[in-house]
């Protein structure tokens, strides 16, 4: 392994890392202070970090910092398929080490930002959202993105504003997830595995979906 494959590896831990520390860090603050963030707080915290993160990396890795952003590159192939492993694995180490931190600083927490369900939101319903949302997602990504760049720095605001307007709407329903690193380390820290299968393959579906629509639209 090079080592400027092991600077963007690296770039994606971090990156996945504080995006994973923010969000669900201001979801556990919301949860713990009763509501004092409250929900758009948690949903602009979310566009905020992520638009931060791709400036911040963007020209390094690419600023996936999520694994079905990574297979859809890959599929699109603007991303080579022997790294989808490593970016995979360095994108949820850095989510289990931010829930970790979380769990450390504030261990009267439930879920520390736990994905799941609204109740009476059946799991089928939840599928298709996430999926939907995901989709969503991907397809700004991959309009927006510059060549070999990847995701690319000016599309920062775009990516996060797309962020920002999923959590929006859509986190009352099913915490907005699109990521399934951002869905395991909480609900391994947590202990909380209900549901999890939903956001460990739904993003992947709507990730994927998106890059063959885009081929649809593009050359």
């Not at 990504?141 to 962020?163: D, F, L, P, W």
Request: net charge neutral; proline share 5%; aromatic share 12%.
């Amino acid at each position: 392994m090079n080592t400027y494959v092991t600077k963007k590896a690296f770039a994606e831990l971090i990156g996945t890392f504080t995006m994973v520390f923010c969000g669900c860090g201001a979801m556990t603050v919301n949860e713990i202070t009763g509501g004092s963030i409250t929900h758009v707080g948690v949903a602009i915290t979310w566009g905020l970090v992520v638009m931060a993160m791709i400036y911040a990396f963007g020209e390094i890795s690419g600023a996936h910092f999520n694994p079905a952003v990574t297979i859809g590159f890959a599929v699109a192939k603007k991303f080579d398929w022997k790294d989808v492993p490593k970016y995979i694995i360095f994108q949820t180490i850095g989510a289990l080490l931010a829930i970790g931190i979380l769990w450390v600083l504030f261990p009267e927490s439930q879920s520390f930002g736990h994905t799941y369900p609204a109740e009476g939101f059946a799991p089928y319903k939840a599928f298709i959202f996430e999926l939907l949302l995901t989709f969503f997602l991907m397809i700004v990504i991959i309009n927006v993105s510059t060549g070999s760049k990847e995701i690319g720095t000016m599309a920062a605001i775009a990516v996060g504003a797309v962020i920002l307007l999923e959590a929006m709407f859509a986190g009352p329903m099913t915490k907005a997830s699109m990521n399934p690193a951002r869905s395991l380390a909480p609900a391994i820290i947590s202990g909380n595995l209900n549901h999890l299968w939903l956001y460990l393959t739904a993003p992947f579906i709507g990730s994927i979906l998106a890059i063959y629509c885009h081929k649809l639209i593009k050359p």
